[in-house]
């Protein structure tokens, strides 16, 4: 495969791998929007039942429901909290851009062998296949605790709403 070919390749990977970190964080809304919408049911079932309807099964499904849905919200933050560490230099990152001059970073590009930007079409490859394991890890916790919460927070609306 010629070198110009590799480098189209490579960009094409890198753009995958973008698209990636952000269909992760769409999944985050989702697991917050849900979860947010269930925390305040069963906040507002608590606080309008009355104290009779408070039993300790209704204490226990309403708490348990809050912890549980609570870190599905915890995970979905870890995932949209931007991952800003990347190579000593890039002619790709943003990070290693803005610290340059314009015209610098001009010069640095123009210079640059295809073989170089190659290489750090690879390497922001690679970090970016990291970032995207780490925020579908924190997405696949947040819904597996939103799942889970599911099954109390409706035994707590159906204690509180007796």
């Known amino acids: 495969m010629a070198s110009e070919d590799r480098l189209r390749f490579a960009q094409w990977i890198l753009e995958r791998n973008l698209s990636w970190i952000a269909a992760a964080e769409v999944k985050t809304a989702v697991i917050v929007g849900v979860n947010t919408g269930m925390l305040g049911a069963v906040v507002a079932s ?67 062998t ?19 394991r780490d925020k579908f890890g924190w997405v696949s916790w947040g819904m597996t605790w939103s799942f889970l919460g599911v099954i109390p927070w409706v035994a707590a609306l159906a204690c509180l709403n007796l």
């Open 114 to 132: 295809n073989t170089e930007l190659l290489d750090d079409c690879l390497a922001q490859i690679h970090g970016n296949a990291e970032i995207a």
């Open 46 to 112: 608590f606080s309008a039942a009355a104290p009779a309807t408070r039993t300790a099964c209704a204490y226990f499904f309403t708490i348990t429901s809050v912890v549980l849905l609570g870190l599905g919200v915890f995970c979905a933050s870890m995932c949209v909290l931007p991952r800003l560490a990347g190579p000593r230099s890039s002619f790709i990152f943003f990070g290693r851009i803005a610290v340059s001059s314009e015209k610098d970073y001009e010069m640095s590009f123009y210079k640059a």
